[in-house]
């Protein structure tokens, strides 16, 4: 199994895984004080279980049926398409990048802490002018903020980052690099993001990379970084629930993106996910369960990726299975779906997606209960005649 999850989380890096400064934790922890329950942080002991959402901060959001909107798309000349597919389908919401893969703010803004740390962008040329036509056309707005992946931050605080032994910064194989989840200036920043962008109009936000690096524990004791007594879950789960409280008073919900194998197995240490813990501290969570993503034998499938049904719905049945301890505490289930054609896998192991395969899955989704979903293409490329 070790094997397999560390190709799957290549995979899923390809498509979308220093010593302290002595800076002050009593600011970003003092609002925290007289909560029902304080949630594991960076200068504290460790929290209890996340007590679960305190409501939806969005009641009356439509069923959310999306797709992912690139930067590029959202300021380009692809969004004309977009919105007519949105128009002519039962499709209401698109997630767009506002803090990208990269690490990049994705428009230009004037707010001091994103100048001086995300690098802001022009893809998007006019934020405003994009919020006014999402909300013409009757759109559900969700901004997607990369977190811990962040090649950006990292370069220019290599203390927010995993230093190796020569003093360089370690990067992955695709040369991404990650910034800690141990420092609190990281959980600010992000924090920061995600209000920027509920003032401008987003409805929801929608955490990814809300992980450390993938295989992050075969490479730990050897890259020097800012650590505590905390387990790498209970640090990840305790963002995710900070976050949750800072942006609530703001009115929008919480999602946060985790790998769909997470629901199937036990907590995945290493990167610090805990489908549970994540689940209990947020609105909605979206598992990443794209069949290509699962190798030969999951669900009894040979080649799940030729089989759309049947692996989201044993997906399906696994998330709801692990959900099950929350009762009516449990988020939102929006689960990520494929509408691309993994290649990648060799021939006889794919197929080509196109609306049958996409219609198998939101049946097998539909099947058990779930009506939301995200569909994924990198290129913002959807497929048409889907009954959505």
Wanted: aromatic share 12%; net charge negative; proline share 6%.
């Amino acid at each position: 199994m070790s094997i397999f999850l560390t190709f799957f989380l290549l995979l899923n890096n390809m498509f979308g895984g220093g010593a302290s400064t002595g800076h002050s934790s009593a600011g970003l922890w003092s609002s925290l004080v007289g909560a029902s329950h304080q949630p594991a942080t960076p200068g504290s002991e460790e929290g209890e279980p996340p007590s679960g959402i305190s409501g939806d901060p969005q009641p009356n959001a439509p069923v959310v049926k999306g797709i992912y909107v690139t930067a590029y798309s959202a300021g380009g000349e692809r969004m004309a398409s977009l919105l007519d597919l949105l128009d002519r389908t039962e499709l209401n919401s698109m997630v767009i990048d506002i803090k990208d893969d990269l690490g990049n703010i994705t428009y230009k803004t004037s707010n001091p802490k994103l100048q001086e740390l995300g690098n802001p962008q022009p893809y998007i040329k006019d934020v405003d002018k994009l919020m006014t036509t999402l909300k013409e056309h009757e759109i559900y707005p969700i901004a997607r903020v990369v977190v811990f992946k962040d090649s950006v931050l990292a370069k220019s605080h290599p203390e927010y980052s995993f230093v190796q032994k020569d003093g360089s910064i370690w990067q992955n194989g695709n040369k991404d690099k990650f910034v800690n989840p141990y420092r609190e200036e990281v959980w600010e920043y992000n924090v920061e993001v995600a209000k920027e962008a509920a003032k401008l109009g987003f409805k929801e936000i929608q955490f990814d990379y809300v992980r450390f690096p993938e295989g992050f524990e075969k490479r730990a004791d050897s890259l020097k970084f800012t650590k505590n007594e905390q387990s790498r879950v209970d640090i990840v789960s305790g963002f995710v629930e900070y976050a949750k409280k800072e942006l609530e008073p703001l009115g929008v919900r919480v999602s946060v993106d985790i790998f769909g194998y997470a629901a199937s197995v036990p907590a995945a240490e290493g990167i610090g996910q805990d489908f549970v813990k994540i689940s209990s501290g947020v609105h909605v969570i979206s598992p990443m369960i794209y069949p290509s993503h699962y190798s030969t034998g999951w669900f009894k499938q040979k080649d799940p990726d030729k089989a759309p049904y049947e692996t989201i719905k044993g997906a399906m049945d696994d998330t709801h299975k692990k959900l099950e301890p929350l009762g009516e505490d449990k988020p939102i289930i929006r689960p990520w779906i494929q509408d691309f054609t993994a290649k990648w896998l060799g021939k006889g192991h794919y197929t080509p997606y196109g609306a049958a395969e996409v219609q198998a899955q939101i049946k097998a989704l539909n099947d058990s209960g779930v009506e939301e979903f995200l569909l994924w293409n990198a290129g913002n490329r959807y497929s048409e005649g889907v009954k959505y």
